[in-house]
């Protein structure tokens, strides 16, 4: 079983519609971070986490939030999906100054 | 500018070849400094960290060059396994955003 499980895979969704991807990690690390990736454009971060009280925006926070649920779980929301959030999107944790494990990714279409 | 900056290639290489990547950073108190390999469609994975004297596992090379800003990866004798795309990621001192470059994309032929 992976140490950083995301769900679901892959969706499809439509303009204006909420969703919800989730992450979970059994790694115990304390720090969260999703980030999307496109083509050309490498991994930005979206919103990263230290601990459960703790939420920080990153590059391209516009259009997201996030909830830290408990130190295992992380959440990304996009309240009302727009075609330009289409891309592959990952989670990831780390130890304090560790790398970073990622997730096995998102791939969110919404048309 | 963008704070990481990568050489996007594509590198096509013949089995057998040496090939280099670079990477620059623009924060000079950029403190961490990693590798990743990422298979199509797959999440990206540690190659290997990037530490102020160097280092190397089998047949991959990691320097870091603070007068200039750059941290490069050589992969030596490559394998057709090696086909998959190359991040550098840098994180400064204190900090807690690691920033990914977009990536190098390494073809290796028969």
């Known amino acids: 079983d992976a140490d950083v499980t995301q769900t679901p895979r892959n969706r499809i969704t439509k303009t204006g519609k909420r969703i919800m991807l989730e992450c979970s990690q059994t790694k115990g690390h304390d720090r969260m971070y999703w980030y999307r990736q496109d083509p050309g454009l490498g991994l930005r971060l979206i919103y990263y986490s230290f601990d459960v009280k703790d939420i920080n925006k990153g590059e391209i926070s516009d259009g997201y939030s996030v909830s830290r649920q408990a130190q295992a779980k992380f959440s990304l929301s996009l309240e009302s999906a727009i075609p330009n959030q289409t891309a592959l999107y990952f989670c990831?944790?780390?130890?304090?100054?560790?790398?970073?494990?990622f997730g096995q990714g998102t791939r969110l279409t919404v048309v | 500018r963008k704070e990481v900056e990568q050489d996007p290639g594509p590198f096509n290489v013949p089995e057998g070849a040496t090939v280099a990547f670079n990477c620059t950073y623009s924060n000079s108190a950029s403190q961490s400094f990693f590798w990743y390999r990422q298979d199509c469609r797959k999440e990206p994975k540690l190659l290997m960290s990037?530490?102020?004297s160097g280092n190397e596992d089998g047949r991959f090379t990691a320097q870091l060059n603070r007068a200039s800003q750059y941290i490069s990866l050589l992969i030596r004798d490559s394998k057709l396994s090696d086909s998959a795309t190359y991040l550098c990621?840098?994180?400064?001192?204190?900090?807690?955003?690691?920033?990914f470059g977009a990536g190098t994309r390494l073809f290796v032929k028969a």
């Open positions: 990831a944790t780390s130890f304090g100054d560790t790398e970073a494990f």
């Open positions: 990037v530490y102020s």
């Open positions: 990621a840098v994180r400064p001192s204190g900090g807690f955003k690691t920033i």
